[in-house]
């Protein structure tokens, strides 16, 4: 287990109701807030109204329309408005999407360049506003980690960054939200959380135990009630435990001792995510159990036949032939929240792309240092294995 520092700075306040905490919390972050939400769900479900009363002292700069994947055209808008309104602190209403959006709005404004050179290089990151959350789609775990997506559909590309201002100050995650959730959204976010929990639990770094047994309680927790939201989406215990395990997997708990940690289903689906409208999370449901197959060997059969055994409760002695089915039985969860199995079945029917995609996802998914080395020749398997 590797040495590491963990300092997370943000005050989440989960449960029914949080919201009515939200002047208090952000009291002395500054009178002159930006706004920033997605499409018209909040307001169909009254989060709007609500954020609006509660925040009556404030003087508000809304940003709205922040599409999932979302672009950095959004980010220069919110850059402008938050110089334009000489903007104190940013409160984003939404999922993974508006949040990421926010945060990297966040740490641009002091920035004199565009903001896109940020996303291609992070060290440019000195400090940013403060950001409060109010989620609205257990999914990224945005709400309380270092990260952000941003994608730049002019040159095809969804890159990942990392910094210490992007940890919001506040967070309010409250269950209740997520009840009118279309199901598509549901089961995606669902796989989203799983593979954040996968994909560092697929990791060289011997000896980090307790970080794996985690890892694998917040797969168990995906799959558990995951069924049960697929029959009861206003099941309360169910939209906690999912919500709290999409927190859990993303904002350190499980990665930290685990020295460099590589997302290799994450960074192909980026490059999806760049040239294909595709829901970030039907894309990870469809190369997660294809990255298994293709990267089970033995070198790798302790950590998938543990994984068989420990999230699956496969019964049997042959380490392979219990890690194979272990595999099996992920798939047929995936199929069980209605989620996609093949490219074909989001719309991508040829391969015209893959080359270049393959290319871009080793580059900048770094995926040379995963936990089975992928080059791109490795990379156009997979994705021709999930066409």
């Keep these: 287990m590797d040495n590491f520092q963990w300092n997370i700075p943000t005050n989440l306040l989960f449960g029914k109701n949080q919201i009515d905490n939200l002047p208090s919390a952000i009291e002395g972050l500054g009178k002159r807030l930006l706004f920033v939400y ?9 989060i709007y109204d609500k954020v609006k009363s509660l925040l009556s002292d404030y003087e508000i700069t809304e940003l709205s329309d922040i599409q999932p994947n979302p672009e950095i055209e959004s980010v220069r808008e919110g850059v402008r408005l938050c110089r334009a309104n000489n903007i104190d602190a ?7 999407s508006v949040i990421d959006a926010a945060k ?10 565009d903001p896109w050179d940020i996303m291609e290089n992070q060290r440019l990151i000195k400090d940013g506003l403060p950001i409060v959350t109010i989620l609205t789609l257990a999914a990224s775990g945005s709400e309380m980690a270092r990260s952000a997506v941003i994608s730049n559909n002019l040159f095809h590309r969804k890159l990942a960054i990392g910094a210490i201002p992007f940890y919001p100050r506040v967070s309010i995650c409250d269950p209740t939200y997520l009840y009118t959730l279309p199901q598509k959204q549901t089961s995606a976010g669902i796989a989203d959380i799983f593979s954040h929990a996968m994909e560092m639990y697929f990791n060289e770094t011997m000896g980090a135990y ?8 917040i797969m168990i927790t995906c799959v558990h009630y995951g069924s049960i939201l697929m ?3 206003e099941n309360y215990e169910a939209r906690a435990n999912i919500m709290w395990a999409g927190t859990q997997a993303a904002n350190g708990t499980i990665r930290w001792g685990r020295g460099k940690v590589v997302f290799p ?5 980026h490059e ?11 894309g990870l449901a469809i190369l997660m159990p294809n990255w298994m ?3 089970l060997n033995d070198d790798t059969l302790p950590q998938y036949s543990a994984f068989a055994r420990n999230v699956w409760n496969i019964i049997e002695n042959d380490d392979r032939c219990a890690a194979e089915k272990g595999i099996e039985a992920f798939e047929g969860f995936l199929k069980s929240l209605y989620l996609p199995s093949s490219l074909s079945e989001v719309g991508i029917e040829t391969e015209d792309l893959f080359e270049e995609m393959a290319g871009n996802a080793v580059v900048n998914g770094g995926l040379s240092n995963a936990f089975v080395k992928l080059d791109k020749e490795d990379v156009l398997h997979i994705l021709r294995m999930s066409m």
């Excluded at 289903?265 to 689906?269: A, F, Q, T, V, Y």
């Design 272 to 282: 999806l995510g760049a040239y294909y409208d595709i829901t970030h999370g039907d």
């Design 231 to 233: 029959e009861e989406p």
């Design 293 to 295: 197959k293709y990267t």
């Design 210 to 217: 307790l970080s794996d047994r985690i890892a694998e309680a």
């Design 38 to 46: 997605g499409g018209g769900s909040i307001k169909k479900i009254g």
């Design 90 to 96: 940013i409160v984003a209403c939404g999922g993974g």
């Design 104 to 113: 990297v709005i966040a740490v641009s404004v002091s920035y004199d360049g």
């Design 265 to 269: 289903c994450h960074g192909i689906e």
